[in-house]
């Protein structure tokens, strides 16, 4: 399968999720990715780990977001290097850094300057907060991003305070977002045959994510979000039946549907509760409990099949051990394996876009620092 961004170079002078995740997803659609990186040192990431996996001398986390991709091993403060850098600059389609706002510019790499070197450059920059403003040089940490933006007080109930996010988010939509950019910016280029600066932040990112609930937020008067007081309830937003409920045997989970219809077919008398439409949002903490005592009647089995043939939205609530298991999980083709050097393998995820019916399977392993050094020099002539 001819993949749509073969033949794009993208040069990636990213470190630990948001740039990396996005050089990943271009990866995946065909682009050829070099990773930039410091020699002996290189990603931090490699170092960075998700519960003290390691493979091969590098985080399972680094192999996760730098598979499919190239490093060549170069020191940013050498002139040599930095030589070189430029000749490789000057073919590459794209390039991308997160770099905190003033380092480019010391080193001379900074867009201003690199469009010099390539005037057709797609320019990419992840930030934690932006290139300007007060916040410009604090440290852009997933965690430290959610909560400044308010994300942590939709989940959880209103007796828990902060509630942050189980991923991490933030990384992950500014890498999303820098993709939408820079393919966005590649079609600009091919229209007006000149470089395109593309700015993404964790903190608009994170923020964007809840234009649903900020938009709310900024027309109810300033109404801080209303978490509730039952267990279970799912959105701070939303009225009952929204939420998840404990079983005999398990968990369920109702999207929102016709509260009377639900509550007629689960023999669940609301009649005190419920009056019209907007009892709902009105006594949603009372609803919820309601279901909830209803609910803990009956296996988790039995009540999504009472619901699911009368029409209503609902399933079963499942572990990854159970979620992995499921013919519906299996029939999608979510894993791949990479293969590592000495017989090694790592179970990953696919790029969850299909083009032509076909997955983007990308097996290929990250590299090792530096792994690609010599090749790409004599390739491009860097030396």
């Not at 040599?80 to 390039?95: C, Q, T």
């Not at 977002?177 to 590649?186: K, N, P, T, Y």
Request: glycine letters at 8%.
């Amino acid at each position: 399968m001819n993949k749509p961004l073969e033949g794009l170079l993208v040069l990636e002078f990213c470190q630990f999720l948001a740039g990396p995740s996005a050089g990943l997803k271009l990866a995946d659609l065909g682009a050829r990715v070099i990773k930039i990186e410091r020699p002996k040192i290189g990603d931090a990431c490699r170092q960075l780990s998700i519960k003290n996996l390691f493979i091969d001398e590098d985080s399972l986390l680094f192999h996760t977001i730098n598979r499919n991709k190239e490093s060549y091993a170069a020191d940013l403060k050498n002139p040599d290097d930095l030589d070189r850098l430029k000749k490789l600059i000057s073919k590459a389609d794209v390039m991308t850094h997160n770099f905190r706002p003033g380092v480019m510019e010391k080193i001379g790499l900074d867009y201003e300057n690199v469009k010099n070197i390539n005037p057709k450059i797609v320019y990419g920059v992840v930030t934690g907060y932006g290139n300007e403003g007060p916040w410009k040089n604090k440290p852009g940490q997933d965690l430290l991003v959610q909560a400044v933006s308010g994300l942590t007080f939709l989940s959880g109930v209103d007796v828990d305070g902060p509630v942050p996010f189980g991923l991490s988010v933030s990384d992950i939509m500014c890498g999303n977002h820098l993709v939408q950019g820079i393919l966005a910016a590649l079609i600009k280029k091919a229209k007006t045959k000149k470089s395109v600066l593309v700015e993404v932040s964790l903190l608009e990112s994170v923020l964007d994510v809840q234009f649903e609930v900020i938009t709310t937020y900024l027309n109810d008067g300033g109404k801080l979000p209303d978490r509730s007081g039952a267990k279970g309830s799912a959105h701070a937003y939303l009225s009952a039946p929204y939420g998840m409920y404990e079983t005999s045997d398990g968990h369920i989970a109702l999207a929102m549907g016709n509260l009377p219809n639900i509550c007629s077919i689960i023999n669940c008398d609301i009649s005190d509760l419920y009056v019209e439409a907007g009892s709902a949002f009105e006594n949603r903490d009372k609803l919820i409990v309601r279901l909830a005592e209803t609910f803990k009647k009956d296996n988790t089995k039995s009540w999504v099949s009472l619901l699911e043939d009368e029409g209503i939205w609902c399933t079963e609530v499942l572990n990854y051990q159970t979620a992995t298991a499921l013919s519906t999980y299996k029939a999608l083709a979510i894993e791949q394996k990479l293969a590592l050097d000495n017989n090694l393998q790592i179970k990953t995820t696919v790029s969850p876009i299909r083009l032509d019916n076909e997955k983007l399977f990308a097996p290929k392993a990250a590299p090792k620092l530096g792994f690609n050094t010599a090749d790409i020099s004599n390739e491009f002539e860097l030396n």
